[in-house]
């Protein structure tokens, strides 16, 4: 246990800001990192099992509601309004992602096309849960990037990364 736990602080990184969500959203990253490791791994002939990705994502936003009893403490008024604001900018880039992908786009590429979108949501997210989004923003667009320029490599490599650094992340922030 850390000094700053035995002082009952919250964790916070080195500028002293805490980021009492990070638990929280540990949790969700790990359930969501397991759902598309599951839904690659169980997807028989299919690139994705839907139905297992589904799943995690259900768990995921059913441990939204336990969330209270991770967090370390009252969100800020600016950590509330950059999670609000990464979420709004998630579901606006995917609306310009399905009107700009043209039709009979390869599965494949669609979900990569989802990771940069997911990758860049990430990215103010720093702000409600740590600079780690920061990295983790950051790698998951690199390795969506990546699958995009390296087509002739099955996207299940670059999948299956994205849900490990997912679930690794999240273990981190739950961690702390």
Not at 26 to 35: D, E, P
Not at 94 to 109: C, H, I, K, Q, Y
Not at 142 to 161: D, K, M, S, T
């Amino acid at each position: 246990m850390t000094a700053r736990k035995k002082m009952g602080k919250p964790d916070s990184d080195v500028t002293g800001i805490a980021f009492p969500m990070a638990r929280s959203g540990g949790l969700f990253l790990v359930l969501i990192g397991a759902g598309l490791v599951s839904a690659i791994a169980f997807s028989g002939e299919a690139l994705v099992n839907y139905t297992v990705f589904f799943a995690g994502v259900g768990a995921a936003t059913v441990s939204l509601f336990v969330s209270g009893r991770l967090s370390a403490g009252t969100p800020s008024r600016i950590q509330i309004t950059a999670l609000v604001f990464a979420i709004g900018l998630e579901i606006i880039l995917f609306a310009v992602l399905g009107r700009t992908l043209p039709r009979g786009t390869a599965e494949s590429v669609r979900w990569l096309w989802i990771s940069v979108v997911v990758g860049i949501h990430f990215l103010p997210m720093a702000l409600s849960f740590g600079p780690r989004m920061l990295l983790l923003g950051a790698a998951c667009i690199v390795n969506a990037v990546l699958g995009l320029l390296l087509p002739q490599l099955p996207y299940e490599i670059f999948g299956l990364f994205d849900g490990c650094l997912k679930f690794g992340f999240g273990l981190w922030l739950l961690s702390s």
